[in-house]
């Protein structure tokens, strides 16, 4: 039998979901949680909390039982990934490399796109997921791509700028986005370079820091966009 997906407008919710679809106690249930479930971002909508029920089919990479007394064997992020694929049902694979103390994992595989749905919660989900895999493990530094990863983002992240200049233009009032780092900053004040009659300037600090977008008075231009900076800040 496949393993059961269910979702929630949060992990509790999920879980009671999957509690009364399948007549079985909550604390009966194997699940893991593939998305944990996020606010909409940039004025987006919310993403639900989705897990997968274990039902009776194992997964192919089975969890090693350790002896009375033995401490447990720590998972690598490599046999992580396949056993969430083996969880899921996805067709998926994973690369690992190790350079200077950080480790690096890329997923690809046919079904990929399971990880960009809903502003790509589940592959947050992953990320976090592994983090504290490395960190538990001594692993060090730890980040978590997908291939066209960043050009979805990025292209998503475009799009989303049009739009909220497309509402400032209609109804003359500013927009903010949610908190995004300098490259994401960087995306938006460029995107907007484009639109005539909005102007865009950068709020808040550290890791609250936004982009205000709004009607730009005449004259005005548009904040000179941020310098270049990496994907990873």
């Not at 209609?170 to 927009?175: C, I, L, Q, S, V």
Request: aromatic letters at 4%.
């Amino acid at each position: 039998m496949k393993d059961l997906l269910f979702s929630g407008a949060s992990v509790e919710e999920a879980v009671a979901n999957a509690s009364q679809a399948l007549g079985m106690a909550r604390e009966g249930l194997r699940y893991v949680v593939l998305a944990p479930g996020a606010p909409g971002r940039l004025g987006g909508a919310a993403t639900p909390a989705q897990i997968a029920v274990l039902l009776d089919q194992p997964p192919r990479s089975q969890p090693q039982v350790a002896a009375a007394g033995a401490p447990a064997r720590r998972r690598t992020p490599a046999e992580l990934v396949g056993l969430l694929g083996d969880v899921a049902g996805l067709r998926l694979e994973g690369t690992v490399q190790e350079d200077a103390g950080a480790t690096q994992v890329t997923l690809a595989g046919p079904d990929m796109d399971f990880f960009l749905e809903g502003e790509a919660a589940v592959l947050q989900a992953v990320d976090h997921l592994l983090q504290r895999v490395a960190q538990q493990g001594g692993l060090g530094r730890l980040s978590v791509t997908c291939e066209g990863y960043r050009e979805w983002r990025d292209e998503a992240l475009r799009k989303k700028a049009l739009d909220l200049a497309s509402d400032v233009l209609r109804d003359g009032g500013a927009r903010t986005t949610g908190p995004l780092n300098s490259y994401e900053r960087r995306i938006v004040h460029l995107a907007i370079e484009t639109v005539p009659g909005v102007t865009t300037f950068s709020v808040g600090e550290g890791s609250e820091r936004r982009v205000t977008l709004a009607p730009a008075q005449d004259g005005a231009a548009a904040e000179p966009p941020e310098p270049p900076a990496s994907a990873e800040q």
